[in-house]
């Protein structure tokens, strides 16, 4: 049956000529281990009644370096096996020593509940006396005294070990002065802000561990991203081993990049994403091969869901008895676990997910994934991909290009994306003022000594400083927490700022709550007038009350969206290092992002003819950030190429240029386009050359800019590519963007490609000209 | 990174969420201290140790020497009474410290407060120390809120500096509180209770929201009188708990003639240790006219299986007032017990024609009583008429 459809899609012209790349994974054989000897018997029988009676090497390298005391990171591809490489020296331990404990860690509560089904399974099977307890914000207050006194194994969250667990430390004495082991998994998705956050989270831990006595061991399990040692060891701030060899058998895997045919060559118009998917589903549905399909937004989750489920509702045949079921954050526990268990057992042939099934929960093997349009990072990509395949059998994959610039120049660059490493994680944990957050938090827990190591290079200081603000006091060479309140609780270690706006839908007396939105995009977004979708509908803004964080909305027909006219006003405030490369100045420092909206266009919707301005008043945005800038200095190649550009163009050139490395940064730094901003300045008062800022979204920044100053070479080459490999004429919004005004001066498209080709042109032959 | 650059890169991204850092006229820059030893000792503290202050206080013993199981599974002698109570900086978790804590106890005929304050964190150990000698397994603890919190705060407390903490019998007077007065005056915390209870009235109290502001000024400044009042009103606390308890001791002495408490509450107080009374104040409850009391009573009447004399309540209420409750009940007994199933139809219908009952979520329940007994009375027609076969 696969075969055959191999056999179709490649005789499928339609489909075959926009088939950018055709990738063929060989079968893997199993590399096997024996258990180790001293493994309790019964662990061996619980084992070998779910038919494991051998492990794979990554498995038991894994258990021997964990006996070793090592920490340990393990980064193999979804169902390697990779559960059993903590649990099995985690039971064993707990087993044979009846004191110790656990604590596992999954960054979602639905990660929770799998795993603790799975232990379940293995520990109720043979009665072992390893209580296992989920401790989350659903635990009942019931169970949460029983749980800190007997739980042996304790799953949560990051959340709640910040804000329920950790501050109330002293009635978990029991559990935290025994704590042996701490599971980190999914460990890749602490990265940016989150693992900026955790990573304090982790410092908090450790350092109540230390006042208990105990010194436990970490384990962590990665994806595979660019450098998962490097991100774990950042995070528990201490040595790793790597244990990638990955030991399990795979079957032969089909990975094809596809690009929808452009329908508008001139305007870089493709067929849709959703289209696309929808009808490659349905090529595979009915051919009985289990499909999963995966969109980036839960809109299009639910519509390609209901696509796909009208066209097999054809009752003269049997296609009707296909089931495809949508799945996306937002759905009740229970209908989420029914899901998963349909698609175990095979009652589900179908489904369509955001990148919520993306983590390690497990579904079971599925033959063909569709990702319907780039998930956004290659890791992602891989981790989607690996959805689909089991052990014995060939799978597909499918990635489907949708128009946007990174999409568009992953598709054309498939040696990019099978040739080399996944992305990098980036996180700044002594990014201030999440550490400050933290530091607070940690006071709260334990007074801190004036000598207390462990908690980042500045703690002196800002202890200093948080004792001047009045929440900590300095007696006795110790810095008490001296304030009324519980600092964990105003501190969130998922949103990027406490203060979101709320909006409130008002249509026919409503009064709603349909989403939120944190504050400095709310000033870009849903400042009065603006016209705002949220799940497919249209609403106008009556009111954003900035002071009250409240935006109140009403339903709406117009037929132009607003997009705000935002001006950044940016200003170095401190140089922390600059170096000539890549042909251009790269200097990495401190920034002020001042910005302001001013006004709004409205476009009309499909033509996007400019239909109208509208005024906004609204107070400044002010961030305190880390950036990267390009300074097209004198007597480089840029400043050079750049000079050639006719004068009247230099603003469009170098604004383009801007958002096009805007755009294919993401590509590289595993982030969302959301989390960096790009200003461009003709004349910067401060360089007095043309320069372009990047800047981290954050307030005191992520460690995206020190992650992209690493990287410059790349990223510029890849925007270079993007633009000269666009089948467009004037741009479009694949590469810099639709060209909006009707101007006599040239083709900029044209002008930016030759102003690139010369800069890095020259830059890179006067590299082959240094010794 | 120097501390000045790092407070101007913070303050950029905080001023615009704050007015100003510091209130305007607080001082907070470095100065000396002066030490609120003199000050203590001048208002009666004396020194256990350094930054640790125990001050004794001799009152009117307002208790009986022996009191009566009415709050205990059984009589105790009050001379193993400890009333304590704890002033803390804040709600609970690890970041909040008790700072005073006061015992009061019988001492010969006189009532003895002892509270022990801690002046500044680093005396915490030595201020458990000193706690020590007054807490022991063997006596009983009275408290208000105690069991939910002072007891909990305390066991944190001496578990952060590796100390265990092994306290008794743990009399919580908040629950029978609650019980007798909720429905009576409203919120019950123990200002409330001195004020419309024990009719005491406080001069410049302290509301207990700003303790722990006024303690952080004290530490911070030295200066007593920020934390005077607070001493004050923890005194008066303890004192109060004893007055409390003598107060549930005259309630127990003779629960029937009461009437400013809530009598159902009074009722549950007593049922495990004293049903016979219990049910007297009930019936006190009933005769007065109190339908909560009334209602207790038949159902306390129908758990024990004595169903003629709670029938004698239904039928008063459905009688009186056209109770719902009642008339359920009634109809209840009247269909399985008395198995007098006409009666109970119409009973049912009439439930069922009341205008109140619109709203009620009994409706269904209603619905399917009156189709039950309609097949029931269908059936008696059909047996008792000749139509159908014998089916014996």
Redesign the interface.
Same mark, same amino acid.
């Given at each position: 049956m696969f075969d055959e459809l191999i056999k179709t899609i490649k005789d499928d012209y339609d489909f075959k000529r926009n088939i950018t790349h055709w990738e063929i994974i060989k079968a893997r054989e199993g590399k096997y281990s024996d258990f180790p000897d001293d493994v309790d018997p019964i662990i061996l029988k619980i084992y070998a009644d779910r038919g494991i009676d051998r492990l794979y090497t990554h498995q038991k390298l894994c258990f021997d370096l964990i006996r070793e005391d090592r920490n340990v990171v393990v980064v193999t591809p979804t169902a390697s096996g990779k559960t059993l490489c903590y649990n099995l020296p985690v039971i064993d331990y707990l087993l044979k020593n009846p004191e110790a404990r656990a604590l596992y860690l999954f960054p979602t509560k639905a990660l929770s509940q799998d795993q603790q089904s799975e232990l379940n399974e293995v520990l109720l099977s043979e009665n072992l006396p390893i209580k296992t307890v989920t401790y989350d914000g659903d635990t009942p207050s019931s169970v949460r005294v029983s749980a800190r006194d007997g739980g042996r194994i304790i799953i949560t969250n990051p959340d709640m070990l910040h804000a329920g667990i950790m501050p109330n430390h002293p009635k978990w004495i029991k559990f935290l002065s025994n704590v042996k082991y701490i599971v980190i998994d999914e460990v890749h998705i602490y990265r940016g802000v989150f693992g900026s956050h955790v990573t304090n989270v982790i410092r908090r831990l450790k350092r109540i561990c230390r006042f208990y006595g105990s010194d436990p061991v970490f384990i962590c399990c990665s994806a595979t991203i660019g450098n998962p040692l490097e991100l774990t060891e950042k995070i528990i701030e201490t040595n790793a081993v790597l244990v990638d060899d990955n030991g399990s058998p795979s079957g032969e895997k089909h990975f094809i990049l596809y690009n929808p045919p452009l329908v508008d060559a001139v305007q870089g118009i493709r067929r849709g994403v959703v289209l696309e998917s929808q009808r490659l589903a349905l090529k595979f549905l009915k051919r009985g091969v289990k499909t999963i399909v995966f969109c980036r937004s839960r809109i299009r989750t639910e519509l390609i869901a209901s696509y796909i489920n009208d066209r097999l509702a054809n009752v003269f045949n049997d296609n009707h008895r296909i089931r495809v079921e949508a799945y996306r954050g937002g759905y009740l526990p229970s209908e989420r676990r029914e899901i998963e268990k349909g698609l175990r057992s095979g009652e589900i042939q179908g489904v369509v997910s955001t990148n919520a099934l993306e983590l390690g929960i497990d579904i079971g093997g599925l033959d063909a994934s569709i990702m319907a349009g780039f998930p956004g990072s290659i890791s992602s990509s891989w981790q989607q991909a690996g959805r689909a395949g089991r052990r014995a059998t060939s799978s597909v994959s499918i990635l489907i290009a949708s128009a946007a610039p990174v999409d568009q120049y992953v598709i054309e660059h498939p040696d990019y994306f099978f040739g080399r490493n996944p992305e990098s994680a980036w996180i700044d944990p002594d990014n201030i003022y999440i550490q400050l957050d933290h530091l607070k938090c940690a006071a709260f827990e334990l007074p801190f000594s004036e000598d207390d190591k462990g908690f980042g290079s500045q703690t002196p200081e800002l202890l200093v400083y948080l004792e001047e603000e009045g929440v900590l006091r300095n007696t006795g060479g110790k810095y008490y927490w001296a304030d009324r309140s519980y600092p964990a609780e105003t501190v969130s270690l998922r949103s990027a700022t406490s203060e979101n706006v709320v909006i409130i839908d008002e249509t026919k007396g409503r009064n709603a709550v349909i989403g939120e939105m944190d504050r400095p995009s709310a000033k870009e977004m849903l400042f009065n007038k603006a016209v705002y979708i949220h799940r497919g509908e249209q609403y106008q803004v009556k009111k954003l009350d900035i002071d009250n964080k409240k935006c109140f909305v009403e339903s709406s027909n117009l037929n132009y969206y607003t997009d705000a006219v935002v001006k950044t006003d940016i200003k170095l405030l401190e140089e922390d290092r600059s170096i000539v490369k890549s042909g251009v100045r790269i200097a990495e420092g401190d920034v002020l992002v001042r910005k302001q909206v001013t006004k709004f266009k409205k476009i009309k919707y499909r033509t996007h003819e400019n239909v109208g301005f509208g005024e906004i008043f609204l107070p400044e945005e002010e961030m305190h950030t880390r950036a990267v800038v390009f300074i097209f200095e004198e007597n480089t190649a840029s400043c050079s190429s750049f000079e050639n550009i006719p004068d009247e163009l230099k603003e469009h050139v170098i604004g383009r240029i801007g958002s096009l490395v805007k755009n294919v940064a993401p590509v590289f730094l595993l982030c969302e386009g959301r989390d960096i901003g790009v200003a461009e300045r003709l004349k910067d008062p401060h360089f007095g050359r043309a320069c372009i800022y990047i800047y981290d979204n954050y307030p005191g920044g992520t460690g995206l800019a020190e992650g992209l100053s690493r990287i410059t070479d790349e990223v510029l080459a890849a925007a270079f590519e993007r633009i000269s490999s666009c089948p467009c004429e004037y741009g479009c919004p694949s590469c810099i963007g639709p060209d909006e005004e009707e101007s006599d001066t040239g083709n900029k498209k044209e002008q930016i490609i030759t102003f690139f080709r010369e800069w890095l042109g020259e830059a890179k032959a006067s590299h082959a000209r240094l010794p | 990174? /120097? #501390?000045k $650059?790092?407070?101007s890169? =913070?303050d950029? =991204?905080k001023k615009? /969420?704050r007015p100003a +850092?510091?209130p305007a006229g607080l001082d907070?820059g470095p100065r000396e201290i002066p030490p609120p030893e003199a000050a203590l000792l001048l208002n009666g503290w004396r020194r256990l140790a350094d930054m640790v202050y125990e001050k004794v206080t001799l009152s009117e013993n307002p208790l009986q020497p022996v009191i009566s199981d009415f709050l205990m599974p059984e009589q105790a002698d009050t001379a193993g009474l400890f009333f304590y109570d704890t002033e803390t900086? @804040? #709600? @609970? @978790? +690890? @970041? $909040?410290i008790v700072f005073l804590t006061g015992f009061g106890f019988t001492e010969g005929d006189a009532f003895k407060t002892v509270q022990i304050m801690l002046t /500044? *964190? %680093?005396g915490e150990p030595a201020f458990l120390e000193a706690m020590k000698p007054y807490i022991s397994p063997e006596r009983i603890y009275v408290s208000y809120n105690g069991r939910a919190f002072d007891a909990n705060i305390l066991?944190?407390?001496y +578990?952060?500096n590796g100390m265990r903490l092994n306290f008794g019998y743990q009399l919580d007077l908040l629950y029978p509180s609650r019980r007798l007065w909720r429905n009576v005056i409203g919120s019950c915390s123990l200002g409330d209770i001195e004020e419309k209870i024990l009719k005491k009235e406080r001069e410049l109290d302290v509301p207990g929201a700003m303790v %722990? /502001?006024l303690y *952080?000024d004290f530490?911070?400044s030295g200066d007593y009188a920020a934390i005077e009042g607070v001493a004050a009103h923890h005194l008066e606390d303890i004192k109060s708990l004893a007055e409390l308890l003598s107060v549930f001791e005259k309630i127990a002495e003779d629960p029937v003639r009461l009437t400013k408490v809530d009598r159902t509450g009074l009722a549950s107080q007593l049922t495990p240790r004293h049903p016979e009374t219990a049910e007297a104040v009930l019936e006190a409850g009933f005769k007065a006219g109190s339908f909560k009391a009334a209602k207790e009573l038949g159902l306390l009447r129908k758990r024990r299986g004595d169903y003629d004399a709670a029938r004698g309540i239904w039928e008063n209420l459905w009688e009186s007032r056209r109770s719902i409750f009642a008339g359920i009940e009634l109809a209840k007994q009247l269909e399985h017990r008395e198995k007098d199933i006409e009666k109970a139809h119409s009973l049912t219908c009439e439930l069922l024609s009341l205008d109140r009952i619109r709203i009620k979520l009994v409706i269904p329940e209603l619905e399917r009583r009156r189709v039950r007994l309609e097949l029931k009375l269908l059936r008696m027609v059909t047996r008792s008429g000749c139509i159908r076969r014998s089916d014996s």
């Open positions: - | 990174m /120097d #501390l $650059n790092l407070r890169r =913070i950029t =991204i615009q /969420d +850092a510091v907070t900086t @804040g #709600l @609970g @978790g +690890a @970041g $909040n /500044d *964190f %680093p066991k944190s407390r +578990a952060l %722990p /502001d *952080f530490m911070r």
